[in-house]
């Protein structure tokens, strides 16, 4: 069975930082490409940025520079680092994974609520 437990979300005030962690199991995740997503109320799941099994990562552009994706391969987790927090950044931080054989996974979401 495939889970993807999301957790270290929270109430922050503009300029702070959170982390947001991504544990997973029942897949390779060293082999997997893993993402973060987001949805606000209202909107769309928007894509924040994606970390490759070879480590390399790519951002939205609303987040580059600020966000940090990056995995633990011995924990099976993934990460997102979110610095100099934004009201508009508050949302809810979806996680998935794309395995070897493009099956695709989510997580339960984590609210991240940030004040001005």
């Known amino acids: 069975q495939v889970q993807l437990v999301e957790s270290g979300g929270g109430l922050v005030q503009a300029g702070g930082s959170l982390r947001l962690s991504c544990a997973t199991s029942?897949?390779?995740?060293?082999?997997?490409?893993a993402g973060w997503y987001r949805q606000a109320p209202g909107n769309g799941r928007e894509w924040v940025g994606t970390?490759?099994?070879?480590?390399?990562?790519v951002y939205g552009d609303s987040v580059k520079g600020r966000f940090l994706i990056f995995r633990d391969n011995a924990r099976n987790t993934v990460y997102l680092q979110m610095n100099s927090l934004k009201p508009e950044d508050t949302a809810v931080y979806y996680c998935?994974?794309?395995?070897?054989?493009?099956?695709?996974?989510w997580g339960q979401g984590t609210q991240v609520n940030v004040s001005s």
């Open positions: 970390i490759a099994r070879t480590e390399s990562t």
């Open positions: 029942g897949i390779i995740f060293s082999s997997s490409a």
């Open positions: 998935n994974v794309v395995t070897r054989t493009n099956q695709v996974y």
